[in-house]
């Protein structure tokens, strides 16, 4: 088993790539990439469904061409959303 000085030190050289990965991450989210933390969501009721572009942004659509319709699903709480058009509730299966 390592020293607790190893491991400090470790963990004094890891926390600061961590908060940079989360850094990253808000700012991702905040230009609309997906970040892959969940699955797609398609609503039961309306159709409305979620797809990932080529440079990785989440758009909704309707129908097969995907044509971002600018709605968002709404996360309501851990792994349930609300469908911005119709209102239904979706419940995740399994969130990553």
Same mark, same amino acid.
């Given at each position: 088993?390592?020293?607790?000085?190893?491991?400090? =030190? +470790? @963990?004094?050289?890891i926390e600061p790539l961590l908060r940079s990965l989360v850094a990253l991450r808000a700012?991702?989210?905040a230009l609309g990439v997906f970040a892959e933390d969940r699955e797609?969501?398609?609503?039961?009721?309306? =159709? +409305? @469904?979620?797809?990932?572009?080529s440079d990785g942004r989440l758009v909704t659509y309707r129908s097969v061409a995907v044509m971002d319709t600018g709605l968002r699903f709404i996360e309501a709480?851990?792994?349930c959303f609300t469908c911005p058009s119709c209102g239904t509730?979706?419940?995740l299966n399994e969130p990553r």
């Open positions: 088993m390592p020293h607790d000085s190893a491991v400090v =030190g +470790l @963990g004094n050289r700012q991702a989210l797609l969501l398609e609503c039961p009721k309306c =159709g +409305l @469904g979620e797809d990932v572009l709480s851990d792994g509730e979706i419940l």
